[in-house]
């Protein structure tokens, strides 16, 4: 069975920086593209960084040279570095994965979820 799970959520300030996880289980990475995305209350989805088994990685100008996303093989693990943060970084953030060889920032592309892990930023 397919799971990931997110962890190393929490509250930091402004300019402050977290690492987030996404440990998969029931599959090996190299054959699926890892997505983080994030939501805020009463906005929709949307993708912060996506990864593919072989490195392949892309993510959206609003968090570029700020967040970065890496792969851990032996520990099946998903990292987002998330460096500068911004209150309107603030949300849930969910990891997801989807069968292949392409990245991806829509989330109807995935289709298997972690319970997503909280990140404030206050000011």
């Known amino acids: 069975q397919l799971q990931l799970v997110e962890s190393g959520g929490g509250l930091v300030q402004l300019g402050g920086s977290l690492r987030l996880s996404c440990t998969a289980s029931?599959?090996?990475?190299?054959?699926?593209?890892i997505g983080w995305f994030r939501q805020a209350p009463g906005k929709e989805r949307e993708g912060v960084s996506s990864?593919?088994?072989?490195?392949?990685?892309i993510r959206p100008s609003s968090v570029t040279g700020r967040f970065t996303v890496s792969t851990n093989n032996a520990k099946n693990t998903v990292y987002l570095q998330m460096n500068s943060l911004k209150p309107e970084d603030t949300g849930v953030y969910y990891c997801?994965?989807?069968?292949?060889?392409?990245?991806?920032?829509?989330?109807?592309?995935?289709?298997?979820w972690g319970q997503g892990t909280q990140v404030t930023v206050s000011s």
């Open positions: 029931g599959f090996t990475l190299d054959q699926y593209a």
């Open positions: 997801a994965a989807r069968r292949g060889y392409f990245p991806s920032l829509t989330a109807t592309d995935f289709g298997s």
């Open positions: 990864i593919t088994g072989s490195g392949h990685t």
